[in-house]
């Protein structure tokens, strides 16, 4: 089966400041996707940023970017130039290929200092 | 942009009462979707549903869980009996067709279901 690990529950970052939030997902599967979902405190979730397995360049939205390493199963969300608005809750979330199921890690809190 | 809206957002309901859980899906999707996040833990996958049937079911799945699209419109999730452990954020989702790639499900701002 899946799995998705978030090692750090809790992360903080100076505002205008870049953090890197850490996923790393098993799987033995050659074709996936993986998702970063934010959750603020009203609880949506909304996509940040989607990475095809089988596309090596990594993808960019804005000020949010990944560092996919395929081989190494890892998957981090770079945050560059913090923002208020982006302290939330950021879940790493993988999806086979075929089938329409996420499986989620259990999130990283990240608190944006002012 | 459009928005997948759940109704109620938050719920109580006493232990052993039925609830169905309410989503309206965005008007082009086709696949819809139900995932629940009890208090402080990971977002789990409950259940998805295509051309009016389940194609996909997690073990939280049981017998006590039910889904319909009843009027084309509105997505349910119903709980026949609920217990204490059904406590959680239910989040429904929903996507369209997208051809060879798949870019992810919108969600809807969830419900709170309090069982007492």
């Known amino acids: 089966a899946q799995t998705v690990t978030q090692s750090q529950p809790e992360m903080s970052v100076q505002e205008a400041e870049t953090v890197t939030l850490s996923c790393t997902y098993d799987?033995?599967?050659?074709?996936?996707?993986l998702f970063w979902y934010k959750q603020p405190p009203s609880r949506q979730m909304i996509l940040v940023i989607r990475q095809e397995a089988y596309k090596q360049q990594n993808a960019t939205e804005n000020r949010f970017s990944v560092n996919f390493q395929k081989a190494a199963k890892s998957f981090s969300l770079k945050i560059s130039d913090s923002q208020l608005g982006d302290a939330a809750m950021y879940f790493c979330a993988y999806k086979k290929s075929s089938g329409d199921k996420l499986t989620f890690g259990t999130g990283t809190r990240l608190a944006v200092r002012p | 942009e459009p928005e997948v809206t759940q109704t109620p957002s938050h719920q109580v309901t006493q232990m052993g009462q039925e609830v169905i859980l309410r989503c309206v899906p965005i008007?082009?999707?086709?696949?819809f979707y139900w995932y629940r996040q009890i208090l402080g833990q990971k977002v789990e996958f409950l259940v998805s549903?295509?051309?009016?049937?389940?194609?996909?079911k997690s073990e939280i799945f049981d017998d006590q869980f039910s889904v319909e699209r009843p009027d084309g419109s509105n997505f349910t999730l119903k709980i026949r009996s609920t217990k204490l452990e059904d406590s959680a954020m239910y989040f429904c989702?929903?996507?369209?067709?997208?051809?060879?790639?798949?870019?992810?499900?919108?969600f809807g701002s969830g419900t709170r279901l309090t069982v007492v």
């Open positions: 549903f295509y051309n009016n049937e389940i194609s996909e």
């Open positions: 008007s082009n999707h086709l696949y």
């Open positions: 989702a929903s996507r369209h067709r997208t051809g060879g790639s798949f870019y992810g499900y919108t």
């Open positions: 799987t033995s599967e050659s074709d996936y996707y």
